[in-house]
């Protein structure tokens, strides 16, 4: 086979650095592409031989972007290997203190990552396009409000979880550490700040994105749309639930394919090795690995805000199912199969997650004094599983009777998403790329925009100022040599220079 | 951002095997990150730039003022980058634990490549992988080559594969010890080379929880004890590392009822955390006779190497013996060594 070899390198980190490599055919059309991810660190393997209880926090460095996921499934996992089910009030801390995280969280993708391709459009000049010219285009106000959203979340997360990054407090049958009445005040406070935060943030998308039909156009375009299942954590009342709840999965047509418990996961949900990526494909094991392909005949599944939403009936409080009812009545209908629509399901989770902080907040038993239970039964096995962000999180531990891990199994937010990204890399790269021409500024941005909305980990670093995604892509020709090079400096300027 | 400012120092933030924590913790410094901004010129960080390791290597060596580097060397690449980036900076900061002692993954040294890959690949509970397959440097698919990083068997820190200047303990490093870390940088202000910038302290001297005198008949694990919010943990029985631990923190976990873990490192002074852990458990232990003294150790620790050397390990006296060079191993192309920098 003739034709050139693309490769897109860095685009940061899932664990550590992403590659994306794009093969064209001798008449220069796409045959294929791959996102490959480079690292592996083996958490499975050293974590055996530690006491279970260090979990909580040997996990949490996993990731130090969402430390609070880890930190959460692990902590579940524990009360279920120990039989130490926590007290309400335990449970009603961790899920103030997670859906904390998830309001802090989507609001740095939303507005750093995410959104500058919405607010100021994909075709806006690209030295607009980034969160700077985010803040030209709404003002400073908003901006301010966005800054306000994020300082009030780490903070809480640091006066409940005990630290901002790696929180140590969440064990086994509860948590180290309950809250004052003084401190819930507060949580209360700026939970309902967070509030009409989550609600200015969704008049912002249907004002900006929804006003305008070229954006409506992009969003159900095929290039960036795939037919596949959706997971998602469900209350007894199918509503998503980011802490707790049954595991349901929906297949292409909306119809239910699986709901479960977390810890029989394994009977639903295998992994599949390429010898090309450290990192593994999960897929629907009664559906079967048939590759790359979406369809209701491939079990590739997404597991993402718009998963969560496709996957459950509706949302548990009444600002979120508004909003809810409207996305879908926006987009036909359930499911919504448009990747760009997770910039709008994530903003609905993350009005869903201010409404339940505030709900938690003003529980009576939060600031109740039984926050946790001493195990005292014989360790054994535990699943603890939470929705991160960037999708389902399941830990997996098995240990000896003094509670000395013996095995563990990790199953990680965005690796759930990990095949349907590289479909959706490859699409956006077929629509772009032909008979060998490159579209430079739209290969760029479109390429990024197809795994930008995913929030995959390896993104988590391009959160920040001046939140763009640096790329750049090398053209080479079979023998290796660059032909052809773009990039894009961080002010958005792209360069291309012919070698 | 290199743009007007030939006044301004270089400098570099590079992540290697980490978990993105450290760039979390440099951003939440706020507002000063502009003054960062007025007094470098950001040349490379990946996180946030689109600057790429070939444009390092065109620059004149020690060309970047300072590298603030995270992370621990687990990969070929990961090797590259610390090499590459030694040669071209004047002063190379181990920057959090995972650089400068391994940190977490640095407990990877208790096992291997071949063992990680079983786990992982071969003999996962929920892969189906029947022909064992796992990631290798090189792939042929559809006739294209693909390439990936070699996975070192042994996890090594920034100062097992170059010289460093300073190390800034911490997992992550307090926001505001970054801080004052930078303005002594940028004033000149630094400690000899090869040192810890941070306090000559302990968490127990940062801890408001009360001490008495320390006697244990038995250690308990976490979860078998609600300890008393006010008093030391230690004295209740719980392993809380804050005797050896470096202060920096401000004792944060004591303050939510949680024993210290030793995330910033040694205290000044001491070489290996383990020992130095050991030496304060040792004397806190009330008994004279050495078959009761086993049954405390036995019951209360039941992994002593995770537990003492919990961040450390990769760095410890425990290392393993041999560290041969994985470059010359896996014939890795290096880049060429300025004098008297590499190891």
Redesign the interface.
């Known amino acids: 086979?003739a034709g050139k070899?693309v490769t897109i390198?860095?685009i940061?980190?899932l664990?550590?650095?992403g590659k994306i490599?794009i093969?064209l055919d001798d008449h220069g059309d796409v045959?294929?592409a791959?996102l490959?991810i480079?690292?592996?660190?083996?958490?499975?393997?050293?974590?055996?031989?530690?006491?279970a209880?260090?979990m909580p926090?040997?996990t949490s460095?996993?990731?130090?972007?969402c430390?609070e996921a880890h930190h959460m499934a692990s902590a579940k996992a524990?009360d279920a290997l120990?039989h130490?089910d926590p007290p309400p009030t335990a449970r009603k801390l961790r899920e103030l203190f997670y859906c904390i995280f998830f309001a802090t969280d989507h609001t740095t993708h939303f507005y750093a990552l995410g959104g500058p391709d919405f607010v100021m459009g994909p075709d806006a000049p690209k030295e607009e396009r980034n969160i700077l010219g985010v803040i030209r285009k709404v003002g400073m106000d908003i901006a301010g409000k966005v800054l306000k959203m994020r300082?009030d979340g780490?903070g809480l997360i640091?006066m409940i979880?005990?630290?901002?990054?790696?929180p140590?407090?969440a064990?086994?049958?509860g948590v180290?550490?309950g809250i004052t009445e003084e401190q819930r005040q507060e949580i209360e406070r700026l939970g309902r700040d967070a509030v009409e935060f989550g609600r200015f943030s969704l008049q912002l998308f249907q004002q900006i994105v929804l006003g305008n039909k070229e954006y409506v156009k992009l969003i159900t375009s095929d290039a960036f749309t795939h037919r596949t299942y959706n997971m998602g954590t469900v209350d007894a009342a199918n509503r998503v639930n980011f802490y707790d709840g049954m595991i349901r999965i929906t297949g292409p047509d909306g119809r239910e394919h699986a709901r479960y418990h977390p810890r029989e996961?394994?009977e639903y949900?295998?992994?599949?090795?390429?010898?090309?990526?450290?990192l593994?494909f999960?897929f629907l094991?009664k559906v079967g690995?048939r590759g790359f392909v979406d369809g209701e005949d491939s079990g590739l599944y997404k597991a993402t805000p718009l998963s969560r939403l496709n996957a459950a009936d509706g949302m548990a409080t009444p600002l979120a199912q508004k909003e809810y009812d409207r996305m879908y009545e926006a987009l036909g209908g359930k499911p919504v199969h448009h990747t760009l629509a997770t910039h709008w399901a994530r903003l609905i989770e993350l009005l869903y997650a201010a409404e339940r902080w505030v709900e938690l907040a003003t529980d009576p038993e939060i600031t109740g004094k039984d926050y946790?239970v001493?195990?005292t039964q014989t360790p054994d096995e535990g699943v603890g599983s939470v929705e991160a962000p960037r999708g389902t999180l399941t830990h997996?531990y098995w240990t000896d009777e003094?509670?000395?891990l013996t095995?563990?199994?990790l199953?990680v937010g965005t690796t759930n998403n990990y095949a349907p990204i590289n479909l959706s890399v490859k699409s956006a790269a077929q629509a772009l790329i032909r008979k060998g021409t490159v579209v430079t500024e739209g290969l760029l941005n479109k390429v990024e925009m197809a795994f930008r909305a995913y929030d995959p980990c390896f993104g988590?670093?391009?959160h920040?100022?001046?939140g763009?995604m640096?790329?750049?892509i090398v053209i080479r020709s079979q023998d290796g040599r660059a032909i052809r090079r773009i990039?894009?400096?961080?002010?958005g300027t792209a360069l291309e220079t012919f070698q | 951002?290199s743009e007007g400012g030939k006044d301004k120092g270089k400098l570099a933030i590079y992540?290697a095997?980490?978990?993105?924590?450290?760039?979390?913790?440099i951003?939440?410094i706020?507002e000063k990150i502009l003054d960062v901004a007025g007094a470098f010129d950001i040349v490379f960080c990946?996180?946030?730039?689109?600057?790429?390791a070939r444009d390092i290597e065109k620059m004149p060596d020690q060309a970047i003022d300072v590298c603030l580097f995270n992370g621990s060397i687990?990969?070929s690449?990961q090797e590259y980058m610390a090499r590459l980036l030694r040669r071209k900076s004047k002063v190379l900061v181990a920057f959090g634990s995972c650089a400068g002692e391994g940190?977490?993954?640095g407990?990877?040294n208790?096992?291997n490549r071949e063992?990680?890959f079983?786990?992982?690949?071969r003999e996962?509970?929920?892969?189906?992988?029947p022909d064992r397959?796992?990631?290798?440097p090189d792939?042929r698919?559809?006739?294209?080559h693909?390439t990936?990083?070699v996975?070192y068997d042994t996890v090594r820190t920034l100062g097992q594969t170059v010289e460093v200047d300073y190390y800034l303990p911490g997992?992550?490093p307090e926001a505001p010890r970054i801080w004052e870390a930078l303005v002594a940088i940028l004033e000149g202000k630094l400690p000899p080379r090869g040192s810890v910038i941070g306090a000559q302290t302990t968490v127990c001297d940062e801890c408001p929880r009360t001490r008495e005198e320390k006697k244990i008949k038995a250690f308990k694990?976490?979860?078998?004890?609600?300890p008393d919010?006010g008093k030391c943990l230690l004295e209740q029985g719980l392993l809380c590392c804050g005797p050896a631990t470096r202060a920096g923190?401000g004792a944060?976990?004591p303050?939510?009822?949680?024993p210290c873990?030793g995330?910033y490192g040694p205290n000044a002074g001491v070489e290996d955390f383990g020992c130095r852990m050991m030496t304060a458990l040792a004397s806190v232990i009330d008994s004279k006779d050495p078959d009761e003294i086993e049954r405390i150790i036995q019951q209360g620790i039941?992994?002593p190497?995770?537990?003492f050397y919990?961040f450390s390990l990769a760095r410890s006296l425990l290392r393993r013996a041999a560290l041969i060079p994985d470059a010359q191993r896996h014939e890795l192309p290096l880049p060429k060594a300025s004098e008297g920098r590499s190891t």
């Open positions: 086979m070899h390198d860095p940061t980190r664990e550590g650095h490599d093969f045959v294929d791959f490959q480079p690292e592996l660190r083996g958490f499975e393997r050293f974590c055996v031989g530690r006491p209880e260090d926090n040997l460095r996993i990731c130090g972007v430390p524990l120990f130490a300082a780490h640091k979880g005990g630290r901002a990054v790696h140590n407090w064990l086994p049958g180290s550490r996961y394994r949900i295998a992994e599949h090795v390429e010898p090309w990526s450290y593994k999960p094991k690995w946790r001493l195990p997996h003094r509670g000395i095995r563990v199994n199953i988590c670093a391009t920040y100022l001046p763009r640096p790329l750049t990039r894009r400096d961080a002010d | 951002m992540w095997a980490s978990c993105g924590g450290c760039e979390i913790s951003l939440a706020n990946p996180c946030i730039m689109d600057t790429k687990r990969t690449e940190c977490i993954p407990l990877a208790l096992t063992e990680i079983d786990a992982c690949y996962n509970p929920s892969t189906e992988n397959a796992v990631p290798v792939t698919v559809n006739g294209f693909l990936l990083p996975f997992c992550p694990r976490t979860w078998e004890v609600i919010e923190c944060l976990c303050q939510v009822n949680s873990i995330c039941p992994d190497v995770g537990t919990r």
